[in-house]
C-alpha cells in the first residue's frame, strides 16, 4: 500500500512563514512529480506548486516569488517553504504524488494525502 501523508500546517500571523511537509510511503518504484494543491472553503482545488523528479518546478502565479518548493527523492518527500503569507493563502493544502509506480512493470497512477490546514489571520 502507498500512503501519502502531510505536515506543518498551521495557523500564522500575515507575513508570517511556514513550511509543509509531505512524505510518501509504502511499495514505491518511482514518482514522476509531486506537488501541493489548496481548496479554500467553497473553492475548487487548485494547484500551489509541483517539481519533478528531475527538479523542474511549476508555481501558481499568485504565490511565485513567495513560496518554494523542493524534494528529497531518496526519501520521496516534498516540502513547502511559505513565506510573506496572506490571509488569502488560508486553506486546507493537499499533498500530491503523480504518476507513482509500485513496482517497474506496474501502472502509473496518483495519490493524495488528507490534507493539512493552513490559516493565516490578519
Known amino acids: 500500500q502507498v500512503q501519502v501523508v502531510e505536515s506543518g500546517g498551521g495557523l500564522v500571523q500575515a507575513g508570517g512563514s511556514l513550511t509543509l511537509s509531505c512524505t510518501a510511503s509504502g511499495s514505491i518504484f518511482s514518482i514522476n512529480a509531486m506537488g501541493w494543491y489548496r481548496q479554500a472553503p467553497g473553492e475548487q482545488r487548485d494547484l500551489v506548486a509541483t517539481?519533478?523528479?528531475?527538479?523542474?518546478?511549476n508555481y501558481a502565479v499568485s504565490v511565485k516569488g513567495r513560496f518554494t518548493i523542493s524534494r528529497d527523492n531518496v526519501k520521496n518527500t516534498v516540502y513547502l517553504q511559505m513565506n510573506s503569507l496572506k490571509p488569502e493563502d488560508t486553506a486546507v493544502y493537499y499533498c500530491?504524488?503523480?504518476?507513482?509506480?509500485?513496482?517497474?512493470?506496474?501502472?502509473?497512477?496518483?495519490?493524495w494525502g488528507q490534507g493539512t490546514q493552513v490559516t493565516v489571520s490578519s
Open positions: 517539481i519533478t523528479s528531475t527538479g523542474a518546478t
Open positions: 500530491n504524488a503523480a504518476g507513482l509506480k509500485k513496482t517497474s512493470y506496474s501502472t502509473r497512477r496518483d495519490y
